[in-house]
């Protein structure tokens, strides 16, 4: 069938491509096709930020005896009309044993283009469905949620450059997220974040401690200066934000 890009605003209860058909169960094969191993992303999040597009690489199998012209794996709340993309990629049928296609489908979410809202960040639900050549179609509710969330990003400082051993080192930095209403990136206060330090010649991160963002989103601790070493924030992300790591920042102690 070749590959085929739908173009379509559809979410917040915009005009939908797809409509007329509501979900049913899980697993339930009620026109005739059955969807299955459905994967969205890897099983991770969908992070958006203001700027860039973002392609969410999807995989499904669909099993029928009837001809059809395309099937998709699709987000919705409420009904499945009500959807969450700005286009879809999908490829041609690969065929497996037992009639059935492996299908490989990319979501692409463009904010500099779409007119996304901070109200569709959190969880959506997973519907798959298919057109059929002879008319009609079949939908069904894969009993799977995926988060779709606002990117988060932080930065830092570490100083005196360098440090005297056995001195005091300030660390600060700040959080911000994506804003989708006002398409920048805004002050995430409040946020509970790590501080993790890597000694020079070791291979990874270690927590040191907590650290609360203020009203502005800043982010300011003291520590010891015992070695040297990359200091950095991160931040574990919440339902509806992406997690963010700083850049490291690396201070000399003598």
């Known amino acids: 069938m070749g590959k085929k890009l739908w ?37 991770k999040p969908i992070v958006i930020g203001v700027a860039n597009e ?11 005896t009837r001809k059809w012209t395309w ?7 409420g009904r499945t009309s009500d ?12 065929p497996v044993v037992g009639g059935s296609c492996d299908v490989v489908e990319t979501m692409y979410f463009d904010p500099t283009v779409w007119d996304m809202r901070n109200s569709l960040a959190g969880a959506w639900k997973v519907g798959a469905e298919v057109d059929f050549q002879s008319g009609g179609g079949d939908t069904d509710d894969k009993g ?40 920048k990136y805004v002050s995430y206060e409040g946020r509970k974040v790590s501080l993790q330090f890597k000694p020079a010649g070791a291979a ?8 609360y963002a ?9 520590v010891k200066a015992s070695k040297s070493g990359a200091w950095r924030w991160m931040y574990g992300g919440n339902t509806t934000t992406g997690a963010s790591t700083s850049a490291g920042d690396y201070v000399v102690v003598k």
Do not use: H
């Open 83 to 94: 959807q969450l993309w700005q286009a879809i990629d999908i490829s041609d049928c690969i």
């Open 144 to 183: 799977m949620t995926v988060y779709v969330k606002r990117n988060s990003r932080m930065t830092v400082n570490a100083s005196p450059e360098p440090a005297a051993k056995g001195g005091t080192l300030t660390v600060t930095g700040k959080i911000t997220r994506a804003d989708w209403d006002a398409k």
């Open 214 to 222: 203020n009203g502005k989103g800043d982010l300011k601790t003291t």
């Open 7 to 43: 173009r379509a605003v559809v979410a917040g209860g915009a005009a939908a491509v797809f409509t007329g058909l509501a979900a049913f169960p899980a697993g339930a094969a009620e026109g005739g096709a059955e969807f299955s191993r459905v994967k969205v992303n890897g099983g």
């Open 204 to 211: 990874s991160y270690t927590s040191v401690k907590s650290v």
């Open 71 to 77: 099937a998709a794996v699709f987000l919705y709340r």
């Open 54 to 64: 973002v392609a969410a690489p999807t995989t499904f199998r669909v099993t029928t």
